[in-house]
């Protein structure tokens, strides 16, 4: 399998909920990296994982985690949902953390929050 | 703290002539630096990259000019197409940090005037 693949592709929820929103790596890509895409602004990097290990994370609470699997797929958890966490998430995927020209970007899963 | 700044929300530009879109940068250890483009309903795609040890890398139509003493860059395309209508992110990050995350620009929205 080819490409980078979300799901869902959009989700409604209410604040104060949890969501779990999902990834599928580029085959053979051993790195996933989630980004927040807030309404007009570019992605912000919320962590990366590698081989099932948080490897960095950007300026998020803990309230955003993540896990990956052996099989590379990986999921982004949000609890306690905000209003502001409404935004398109992004997962990228990579080979080995890098190059920085070879992540792959899926579609996004578009997040509102009410 | 916006890291990588696109000042020009939107650009409009007539087909067949050179579209220019600018990005600038404060983070002085940022040694990597990329063009995406995206169109609605998809994930970022990778265009152009430029390595500080350079000034200028080209590609096809596509060109990106890096100043790292103005911590400025740009993208040129000629000739610009239809296309080509689409946001265009500049990203930045640090090659080799361990975890390869990019930092993006807020954006500039392209349109080719046929």
């Known amino acids: 399998e080819t490409g980078v693949t979300q799901s869902p592709t959009h989700l409604i929820k209410t604040r104060g909920q949890q969501v779990t929103l999902r990834c599928s790596s580029q085959s053979g890509h051993n790195t996933v990296s989630w980004y927040q895409q807030a309404l007009g602004q570019g992605p912000q990097f919320i962590f990366q994982?590698?081989?099932?290990?948080?490897?960095g994370r950007g300026n998020f609470p803990p309230r955003f985690s993540g896990l990956q699997f052996p099989n590379y797929s990986s999921e982004l958890n949000v609890n306690a949902l905000e209003l502001d966490d409404s935004a398109l998430y992004l997962c990228a995927s990579s080979l080995d953390g890098g190059p920085l020209w070879g992540y792959t970007f899926g579609s996004g899963t578009r997040l509102t929050v009410v | 703290d916006q890291q990588v700044k696109q000042n020009s929300p939107s650009l409009s530009v007539q087909e067949g002539r050179i579209s220019i879109l600018n990005c600038d940068y404060t983070n002085s250890m940022f040694d990597y630096f990329l063009w995406y483009k995206k169109y609605p309903a998809e994930g970022p795609t990778f265009l152009i990259s430029i390595s500080s040890i350079k000034d200028k890398n080209e590609d096809g139509r596509f060109t990106v000019f890096l100043n790292k003493s103005a911590k400025h860059l740009s993208l040129h395309i000629v000739p610009s197409q239809p296309g080509d209508s689409a946001v265009y992110f500049c990203?930045?990050?640090?090659?080799?940090?361990?975890?390869?995350?990019?930092?993006f620009g807020t954006g500039t929205r392209l349109t080719i005037i046929p």
């Open positions: 994982y590698y081989r099932e290990e948080e490897n």
């Open positions: 990203a930045a990050g640090r090659s080799g940090a361990g975890n390869e995350k990019l930092t």
